[in-house]
């Protein structure tokens, strides 16, 4: 179980791959989700706009200092981005 508390703004997302996923905006209201800032989205990185992406909580394998590794990879945890509702 991941200790929900550790989880602060700013900190890097990566996957189990090493590669960058994004970077934590804060835990949605549910505390289920980590919401990603706009500015790492797929879209604003290929000019069709931002928007926020979020990330099941139980996709965190560890916390490694300032980072948050994902037992996805960073291909596939993008792949699981659920969009702002």
Sequence with gaps: MV?????????EVIG???VHVGIVDHL????ERIKLTK???PQT????GASHHYLPVGLIAEFEGDKIRLSATG??????FEEDK
């Design 28 to 31: 949605d209201d549910s505390g």
């Design 3 to 11: 200790d929900k508390s550790q989880i602060k703004e700013h900190m």
């Design 39 to 41: 500015q790492d989205s």
């Design 75 to 80: 291909e596939n945890a993008v792949n699981m």
């Design 45 to 48: 990185q290929s000019g069709k």
């Design 16 to 18: 189990a791959d090493g």
